[in-house]
């Protein structure tokens, strides 16, 4: 008996597999082994329960699932997370849902962008994707996705002695929540469980909500990422205490901040020259609406 050529056979094989593949929502009790997925295929660094604990950490309430997974029988074979919120813009309540990690075995790719339309097909959201890959940026254009403003500065820590009194730094969650008020308090409550860092700053009777995480730049872990800052005054007056707070805390050695999080470029930093794209997808909302939290960014630690 003649064997089928290679061609057919591998055809064959992608129609059974393509029959057999099922794009599911995530739901809570898929999580473990949505985690375990992730923490084997995508990055070791980040263990399943780190997997497990960002998938649930933001406080979003209401959301229709975790984001879409690919099964082939028991099995699961790829996965698009997905964090979801509302927020209150110009007086309207927005949802959102950012787009986290995605990740498919080989050789299932073919069934990659089954994941991203099923996730892309619930009305009435705003998309965002702000950590996406070399090839992802592409596929996003052509669905529609435009590229936020990510003008970045490199913020240098410089070991300066800081007089005492003058402002107080703290990272303690009973000051945070004496200190801050309003929308503020509300976003400190909602994150307080992510993988992100806290830090309230004190200058006189102003205060500032700084969010950030600590990155790897050239494999070197001492990079003090902003996410968000609530008040961009206080923020560039206090720079140079938070630097050497960070230094002596975190051993952070710089800090990032894209100019639209930290409302322009702070006093001694350098315009960064690299990069990190960042994109969303909305028929109603301009760029200034879009933000980093409720995100990859600020519940998963990589």
Known sequence: ???????????????????????????????????????THLNRRVTAAEWRAAIASARTGGQPNHGFL???????????????????????????????A???LPEYRFHSLRLLKALLAQDGYHFTDLSPSGPVLG??????????????????????????????????PDVISRTLTGDALELYRDHAATAAQHLVLIRGDEWCYVVFRIDTRKKVRAFASIL???HAEVFRVMTGPLGRYLLRHHGVVAMLADERVAGG????????RSRRRKMF??????????????????CVSW
Do not use: K
């Not at 200034?288 to 600020?298: M, R």
């Open 1 to 39: 008996m003649a064997l089928a050529a290679p061609t057919a056979v591998a055809e064959f094989r992608r129609l059974l597999v393509a029959r057999t593949a099922e794009v599911q929502p995530i739901t809570p009790a898929d999580v473990p082994a949505v985690a375990e997925f992730l923490h």
């Open 70 to 100: 690919l099964r082939v029988g028991e099995h699961v074979v790829g996965a698009y997370l997905a964090f979801y919120s509302a927020r209150m813009i110009n007086g309207r309540s927005e949802r959102f849902c950012n787009l986290g």
């Open 102 to 104: 995605w990740c498919v």
């Open 139 to 172: 596929v996003n254009e052509r669905l529609g996705f435009e590229y936020l403003d990510t003008s970045a500065s490199l913020i240098p820590i410089l070991p300066r002695p800081s007089w005492p009194g003058r402002h107080v730094i703290s990272a303690d």
């Open 228 to 230: 968000h800052v609530s």
């Open 265 to 272: 470029r702070p006093r001694l930093a350098i315009a960064l």
């Open 281 to 298: 997808r909305s028929a109603s909302l301009a760029p200034n609406h879009i933000d980093y939290l409720y995100s990859e960014l600020v």
